[in-house]
């Protein structure tokens, strides 16, 4: 248990041990006024009784507070799960239309190889070779930018107290 609500406990024990111990004077009556009339009531039971309210009262706001919380942390999961999902497919379509452009690029020079010099040959290859490196680190920046999204949009989640779902093997 956290120490405040240890805490709360012990004021509770300590407030029905008092009204316990001195349950006589709690229930003598006495003569309270309501401004328009004169009651003769117990006026510890009607304290009690109201402190009794307040309690009830904060308990059940409490419960909202935390049910709100749940709710909200649920719902930031699965917006984040989409996101993923979203990102992977962007990227999967990435691969697809950069791989028939390099098949399309290679079925031009290899038609165009068959009657070109072979130095351009080279150079090409050579510009081919840069750019898929060039490609290749703007693939990490890009996986590395989404990683670093995803990880913050988590240790925000995480300092607010929200339960995150169990990670599937293979994702992010």
Request: a negative charge.
């Amino acid at each position: 248990m956290k120490l405040r609500t240890v805490f709360l406990l012990l004021i509770c024990s300590l407030v029905g041990a008092f009204a316990a111990l001195n349950w006589h004077a709690f229930t003598t009556p006495t003569t309270l006024s309501l401004a328009v009339a004169d009651v003769e009531a117990p006026l510890g039971v009607i304290m009690l009784g109201v402190t009794g309210l307040l309690t009830a009262f904060f308990l059940v706001f409490v419960v909202y507070v935390q049910a709100s919380a749940l709710f909200d942390s649920r719902r930031h999961a699965q917006e984040l799960q989409l996101n993923r999902e979203l990102a992977d497919k962007a990227e999967a379509s990435r691969f697809t239309e950069l791989r028939s452009f390099l098949e399309a690029e290679l079925q031009k020079l290899a038609s165009r190889g068959a009657t070109g010099p072979a130095a351009s040959d080279a150079a090409i290859l050579d510009r081919l070779d840069r750019l898929e490196k060039e490609l290749l680190t703007a693939l990490e920046q890009s996986a590395n930018s989404l990683a670093a999204c995803v990880g913050e949009l988590e240790d925000r989640l995480e300092r607010t107290g929200a339960a995150l779902p169990a990670r599937r093997p293979g994702s992010f």
